[in-house]
C-alpha cells in the first residue's frame, strides 16, 4: 500500500510562490497516476492537476492552468507541485493522491483515488 506525505505548504503573499512535494512510500509509486487536490474550509475537495505514471501527460485544472505546474521523479519517488502567481483564493488544504486509473475525466473525480497524504495547508495573504 502506497502512503504519502506532503511538505512545502506555507504562507505567501499573493504573487509568490510555492513548491509542494509528496514523498510516497510502499506500493509500486511508478505504476500510479498522481494528483494534487485541495479543499478549503466549506467546500469541496477540488481537482488540481495529475499525472501519468509514465509518459508524463499532465491534466491541470482551469483555474490554475499557466500557474501551477506537477511533476514527478519516479527515480525517488516524488511528485511535485509547482505553484506561481499565487492568489489568495488558491488558500486551501492541499492533498496528493494517487490512482491507478488516468484520463482526462477519470483524474479529476477524487473517489477515484484510493491514497491520500494528510494534507499541507497553503495560505495566501493578499
Known amino acids: 500500500q502506497v502512503q504519502l506525505v506532503e511538505s512545502g505548504g506555507g504562507l505567501v503573499q499573493a504573487g509568490g510562490s510555492l513548491r509542494l512535494s509528496c514523498a510516497a512510500s510502499g506500493g509500486f509509486f511508478t505504476q500510479y497516476s498522481m494528483g494534487w487536490f485541495r479543499q478549503a474550509p466549506g467546500k469541496q475537495r477540488e481537482f488540481v492537476a495529475a499525472?501519468?505514471?509514465?509518459?508524463?501527460?499532465?491534466y491541470e485544472a482551469d483555474s490554475v492552468k499557466g500557474r501551477f505546474t506537477i511533476s514527478r521523479d519516479n527515480a525517488k519517488n516524488m511528485v511535485y507541485l509547482q505553484m506561481n502567481s499565487l492568489k489568495p483564493e488558491d488558500t486551501a488544504a492541499y492533498y496528493c493522491?494517487?490512482?491507478?486509473?488516468?484520463?482526462?475525466?477519470?483524474?479529476?473525480?477524487?473517489?477515484?483515488?484510493?491514497?491520500w497524504g494528510q494534507g499541507t495547508q497553503v495560505t495566501v495573504s493578499s
Open positions: 499525472i501519468s505514471w509514465n509518459t508524463g501527460l499532465s
Open positions: 493522491a494517487g490512482a491507478s486509473g488516468f484520463g482526462a475525466s477519470y483524474v479529476r473525480q477524487f473517489r477515484n483515488y484510493p491514497y
